[in-house]
């Protein structure tokens, strides 16, 4: 197993690492029509391979299975599952076969779990030894990519030293999420602990042992943490790592009200990171706090004009008239809230009309941070909805393309609505949330403005 690279292990990295700053560790969305659907599609897939497995060759080995499988899944994904299920019985003759695990993989990186955990349970049957940890392995990582924790922490309750030392530090990581997710913060820093210094995971464990002090109050040892490791993460040229240490580091020094220390660190925020209007925010809070309102100022338009929309870029239209306050400017502070108030109608109007477009399937873009893309909106798709709803979508548009069989065509083309009218009521609500926050700015907007006239002794227009 030596020297094995899982591209899961990257996306579940950037995943952790674009939580809020201030929020609360997000919860997967408890829905039972997702579950219930995704366990109907899990039944339908079922059919579908084994169908396809009476049209399957037989083959003697795994080596040859793997290659056939990889050869013939990029084309047409029943044929190449249906030749798994056509020779399952390999699993269980050759249960040691590094390439077991490498088949359920690509497997659960599919979302095709019942297929995944039949393999599991044939293995299961038929190791001697008992050691599952490579299988426990791949299915923890497969939990924590859709949140489910709890599944997470009882698949790692003990990392088996069976495990390559990155894949072990890789585990030790997961468990301390889950934990951590799971509100044990203080076990979570045990697991972090695990990992040494030169692996490519300390800089992560380090940064979630720092998460992990803030949320119990910790703050004076969180930032020494990350103060001692920044150095470390731009060694190992980690960027995007390193600009969300320098943005956890400003708002732990902000909530300290270390105001000049906390500027200074938002100021390292790279231009083009994903953290910038996070790090501009951070940055106006500091200066307007220091007094130096026209810095804060100028952070705030500099967050009016990011093309991307976010709760940094909307809370900035909010922070001007109040700088124009303490500048004492009476006129701008008007005009400010006027800006702020066409710009929040704007918002509504614009996600209103977004509302009242049919979904089209092929608009949806899950980025590998697990943000959904909608025309200029983004949402936090993968901090509260599984994944694997955007993979069975695409799944079952390449698999209406493959099968012949009228009945099994009709299910399929029965799903894909179903999943469309999910993943379309899902969309809509993602849309009411934003909604709900920019009306609220919106109300506060209007009366501060309000409150401007009673102040000034004018009359609301």
């Given at each position: ?17 674009l ?24 039944q ?23 290659s ?12 190449g ?65 859709h ?17 390559d ?20 913060h ?13 692996s ?54 902000l ?62 239209y ?19 809230f006027?800006?702020?108030?066409n ?11 977004l ?17 959904l ?18 993979t ?23 799903m ?21 926050y ?24």
């Open positions: 197993m030596a020297g094995r690279v899982i591209a899961i292990k990257e996306l579940l990295l950037i995943v952790f690492y939580c809020g700053i201030s929020s609360a560790l997000a919860e997967k969305a408890d829905d039972q029509r997702i579950v219930q659907l995704d366990n109907e599609y899990q339908l897939l079922e059919e579908i391979y084994l169908a396809q497995s009476g049209h399957s060759k037989a083959v003697s080995d795994l080596q040859i299975l793997w056939e499988y990889q050869h013939l899944s990029k084309r047409q994904r029943a044929g599952n249906g030749l798994i299920v056509a020779n399952k019985q390999l699993f269980s003759t050759q249960a040691d076969n590094p390439l077991v695990v490498s088949v359920v993989d690509m497997l659960l990186k599919n979302n095709e779990r019942h297929l995944a955990e039949t393999i599991y349970g044939l293995v299961e049957e038929a190791n001697e030894t008992g050691n599952l940890s490579y299988l426990d392995y791949s299915f923890a990582k497969y939990h924590a990519l949140h489910n924790w709890l599944q997470v922490n009882q698949l790692l309750q003990e990392i088996s030293i069976d495990l030392g990155d894949d072990a530090d890789y585990a030790y990581l997961l468990q301390g999420r889950s934990l951590q997710f799971l509100k044990k203080r076990q979570s820093i045990e697991s972090y602990d695990a990992i040494a210094d030169n490519p995971y300390f800089v992560h464990a380090r940064l979630n042992t720092a998460l992990a002090n803030i949320r119990q109050g910790w703050t004076t040892e969180a930032q020494s943490i990350i103060t001692k490791l920044i150095p470390v993460s731009q060694n190992q040229r980690k960027a995007e790592l390193t600009n969300r240490l320098f943005v956890v580091l400003g708002y732990a020094l909530q300290q009200e270390y105001y000049r220390d906390a500027r200074n660190a938002f100021r390292n925020v790279a231009s083009d990171s994903s953290y910038t209007n996070r790090a501009l925010f951070g940055i106006a809070l500091s200066a307007i706090s220091q007094g130096d309102h026209e810095a804060g100022l100028n952070a705030v338009n500099m967050l009016k004009q990011s093309e991307s929309y976010d709760l940094s870029r909307d809370e900035a909010l922070l001007s008239p109040y700088i124009f306050e303490r500048l004492d400017q009476s006129l701008l502070i008007e005009d400010s006027f800006d702020a108030i710009y929040f109608q704007t918002r509504l109007l614009d996600m209103e009309a509302k009242n477009i049919p979904l089209n399937f092929a608009q949806l873009q899950l980025e590998e941070s697990g943000k893309k909608l025309g200029q909106m983004e949402f936090d798709f993968a901090q509260l909805y599984p994944t694997y709803l955007i069975n979508r695409h799944n079952l548009e390449q698999l209406s393309r493959e099968i012949s069989d009228d009945d099994l065509l009709a299910q399929v083309h029965g894909t609505e179903q999943f469309d009218q999910l993943l379309g009521d899902i969309v809509n609500s993602l849309i009411d949330q934003q909604i709900a920019v009306n609220s700015y919106l109300n506060q907007a209007r009366y501060g403005l309000a409150r401007h006239y009673d102040n000034q002794g004018k009359d609301i227009q």
